[in-house]
């Protein structure tokens, strides 16, 4: 395999992981709303501070409505963290790369690239953005499905892989990281004191609430959250999980002693947190930290696989 041919298909991965990502926390975020009461201080501009993308919107919109919040995050092409943008990236990813992946890929992202393109060019209503949502949500767990069982065990695969965990480690952290920020000190008691709910909402997000709730058998609590979405080895959106994951497929590539270092970077700095008695701050710090590594073990990815000549 070439390396630029290695590098549309991790990319691939992490593009259609981050569309499903999104349409999920978008989902979710919308499902809080309900469950708090008028008044508290979370907005929608929150879903841009998960994205890390306050100075893009700032410059492309002028208020923090709904209406901007949700064509930022859903359609705009600006955002290349949009659904809209990673949909096509993974288009064309996917069209380069049509000669070592299943016919069902490229048909896949294609019908759902196409119903992506005929909801940007309408208005949608809240109504139509929850189906549109969920239609993205079904086509990557399809996508996923269809990969895990129609794909060879092969380099194609390792690569779809480490793509979509080091995506969902990413995710992960973000969305931890968000929730502590909801719930500071300096946030009102109204707010303080529907933390259940929040952290709920956030479990859901991630598709791990039911998991949760059979791992940990009472109340939800933010501490236990943290817990089991940072280390537990046996969810597959846990950071422990998909860092040990892309452990294993890195194993079985090529030169992947760069890369080794970085996970195990990742697995000391997991290893010595524990967040028991940790303050909403130490947890937004923590997180950040993970996503440093994060982002070293993703350069250390592209250092030791795209951009060389070795055979892959």
Known sequence: ???????????LSRYMER???????TNAYANLFLDLPVGTEVGWHTLIQINGADKLFSKLYDEKTEDAVMDFLLFNEENYGSIYSSICFARENARTSREILPSETWE?????????????????SKSRRYLYLNNVIHNVMRLEGMLNSGLSRNNTFNFIQIGRNLERADTTTRMLDVGSTLLTEDRSSILRSHEGVIWMNILRSMNAYQMYRQEVRRRVVGEDVVRFMVHNKHFPRSVAFCISS?????????NPDEVISKIELLESELHNYEPEAITAKGISIHMDNIQKLLAELHNSIEDSWFNTNIDL
């Not at 395999?1 to 990319?11: D, F, K, V």
């Open 1 to 11: 395999m070439l390396s630029r041919l290695a590098s549309r298909i991790y990319w």
């Open 19 to 25: 569309s499903g990502n999104m349409a999920k926390i």
């Open 108 to 124: 896949i992202i294609n019908s759902l690239y196409l119903v992506s393109k005929k909801e940007k060019s309408e208005r949608i």
């Open 246 to 254: 892309i452990r294993e497929y890195s194993m079985t590539l090529p």
